[in-house]
């Protein structure tokens, strides 16, 4: 917690327990967040909170979003929902399958995903599809929703030889 100046006043690591604070004075304060838990999003700006000098306990609640990731795979062509994909999202270095899934007509959602970086691989592409590259994405704690749109292209529109998918995050 620091005062109207920018001085800390108190530090402390939050837990399943509310933090009490005695003898503040009345006044502006601000909480600014140094860390977060794995698969939340780190408070970009401090929150600003007034102590009054009425009688009682005040409180003040701050809530941190959940980082979320949204894996979507299209069509090349017309950009449309590519359903039969089958994928999987891997955590690196340690090669951790996270989740392996079929692409359906909506995006393939992760709630409270850890930062880090990840591999989205094509297990199995649909048919008559050319099979994506594996593609590496970063996942920070200072986005709230990360979207990842794959594009698809029919094998039959390539010419000769294999050329990897145009991928666009």
């Not at 994506?132 to 749109?149: A, F, H, K, N, S």
Request: proline residues 5%; hydrophobic residues 35%.
């Amino acid at each position: 917690i620091l005062d109207d100046e920018q001085n800390v006043i108190k530090r402390w690591t939050t837990g399943s327990e509310a933090m009490t604070f005695t003898g503040l004075r009345a006044g502006t304060y601000f909480v600014r967040e140094a860390k977060t838990i794995p698969g939340y999003q780190l408070l970009k700006e401090p929150v600003k909170i007034m102590v009054t000098d009425t009688a009682g306990v005040q409180t003040f609640r701050i809530e941190n979003q959940q980082i979320e990731v949204e894996i979507e795979k299209v069509d090349g062509e017309n950009g449309q929902p590519l359903e039969g994909a089958k994928l999987e999202l891997v955590r690196l270095p340690e090669e951790e399958v996270i989740r392996q899934w079929t692409s359906q007509e909506i995006p393939e959602t992760f709630k409270g995903i850890p930062a880090g970086r990840y591999l989205i691989r094509e297990v199995e592409s649909p048919e008559t599809y050319l099979h994506m590259l594996p593609m590496e994405i970063l996942i920070t704690d200072q986005e709230y929703c990360l979207g990842v749109r794959i594009w698809s292209h029919l094998s039959k529109k390539l010419q000769i030889g294999r050329a990897s998918c145009r991928e666009r995050v």
